[in-house]
């Protein structure tokens, strides 16, 4: 009889970053990790580990980072526990310039400590992140099985849209990061090249479309090598996808029409390498041709977070802010789903920590309409204007906290009053 397999399992994902002298064959690691987490009884929760009490693997591990999910195994096979090994790149990014001196792309090779902690510092309120990475993991595995692309069709093109701030281009460099990871096995390193699209425009007429070919041309000459995975990241597509229509009432209507002609020429072009993905992002879609949207697999939405995210947000600020000092007491933050839980019960005085977590609580409802980057940056504000020492109760944060927003809120105000 036929195994049955549910569209959905419980997976544990265990990334290992090995010390960068670490010689360590990818097979006796996993053999020692899985042998120490049986021990520990770690397996089967989320968790980052960064000590070992094993002299065996402290020294040749620098981390490993336990992911739990219902999504498809990355390596096509179905068991509980998968293992990647992987190590940092310490090639430092380089940079593509122009004749003019123009920055045309930043170039990575991942993964890289730069993007170290991206992935789980991005917050949001769906699973996109799983949801990306069950894509990539699909896209590889349809090239791998040889399906034909003309009869079931993909095209490797992912566009995030939304308003500015939402973390559009920090879950691209991080989607890039992950999947390099999850990957390890199969290709020997990736390459992110994220192009400045603004840089593309030449002021000599009829000069944007070759840069744009130029560019490509580039491109394909790293595809070319199967064991790299390349990921190209356009950020603001819409500079040089811009709608056709639009584009012939613009100053110079031919030019920017061969702008278009050539990105679109040229993304059929490479789609028939496997190991290629493209990234997008876009603060106004309504400005993209329709073409490019039409050739994206992946059309997501990447909106403003709730209470919900912007609860999570902040509490992992606060566990940062704790863990380097700057907030010298380390009372727990109950996650909201929990505070929610232990309010309902209105005979029983909240304790101390839950007070603290309704406090923040109320903060993100007074937070709700700021992106994800000024979130971030509301408890540096609270620090520098309203906290003249150095250490700082968790209860003397909060209340700048809620200083801080009170006056992005009253700075956007007298903004837009004298615009």
């Known amino acids: 009889m036929m195994a049955e397999f549910s569209n959905s ?3 544990f994902h265990v990334e290992i970053l090995l010390h960068i002298n670490s010689l360590l064959k990818r097979d006796d690691v996993i053999a020692r990790v899985a042998r120490w987490l049986s021990i520990q009884g770690i397996i089967g929760k989320e968790s980052i580990i960064t000590k070992f009490d094993d002299d065996s693997l402290s020294e040749h591990i620098n981390s490993i980072r336990i992911y739990e999910n219902d999504h498809k195994n990355m390596n096509g096979e179905f068991p509980e526990v998968c293992y990647y090994v992987y190590s940092f790149n310490s090639t430092a990014p380089e940079i593509e310039e122009s004749e003019d001196e123009q920055q045309i792309s930043t170039q990575w090779v991942l993964p890289t400590q730069e993007f170290n902690n991206l992935w789980d510092s991005l917050i949001y309120d769906t699973d996109v992140k799983g949801e990306l990475l069950n894509y990539v993991g699909t896209a590889l595995d349809f090239s791998d099985k040889s399906v034909d692309p003309t009869i079931v069709s993909w095209n490797r093109i992912v566009l995030l849209h939304g308003p500015p701030g939402t973390g559009k281009t920090s879950l ?5 990061q992950k999947i390099c990871i999850r990957f390890s096995s199969k290709f020997s390193y990736g390459q992110l090249i994220e192009v ?3 840089s593309l425009f030449s002021k000599w007429f009829s000069e944007s479309g070759k840069l744009v070919t ?3 041309q580039s491109i394909l000459s790293l595809v070319e090598d199967p064991n790299v995975l390349v990921i190209v990241l356009l950020d603001e597509v819409e500079t040089l996808a811009r709608s056709r229509s639009s584009a012939l009432s613009g100053n110079e209507p031919s030019d920017a029409l061969r702008v278009v002609n050539a990105l679109l020429t040229h993304l059929d072009m490479i789609k028939r390498y496997p190991n290629v993905l493209i990234l997008t992002t876009s603060n106004i879609t309504d400005a993209i041709d329709v ?3 039409d050739r994206a697999d992946i059309k997501q939405y990447i909106g403003l977070p709730s209470i919900e995210a912007i609860y999570q947000i902040y509490s992992t600020c606060i566990k940062e802010l ?3 000092g700057i907030i010298c007491t380390r009372e727990l933050l109950l996650p909201l789903h929990r505070l929610r839980i232990s309010t309902e019960n209105e005979q029983q005085e909240p304790l101390l920590h839950e007070g603290r977590s ?3 609580r109320a903060i993100s409802e007074q937070s709700l309409g ?3 980057r000024t979130l971030r940056k509301m408890p540096f504000i609270a620090c520098a204007l309203f906290i003249k020492t150095k250490l700082v109760s968790l209860d003397v944060f909060l209340d700048a906290l809620s200083k801080a927003v009170e006056k992005h809120w009253q700075d956007v105000k007298s903004l837009n009053a004298h615009k």
Do not use: E, P, R, V
């Open 196 to 198: 400045n699209t603004h």
């Open 9 to 11: 399992l419980k997976i």
């Open 214 to 216: 130029k560019m490509f």
């Open 358 to 360: 309704l406090k923040l």
């Open 370 to 372: 700021l992106s994800g």
């Open 322 to 324: 704790q863990q380097c």
């Open 172 to 176: 691209c460099k991080a989607l890039a």
């Open 291 to 293: 073409a490019l949207i």
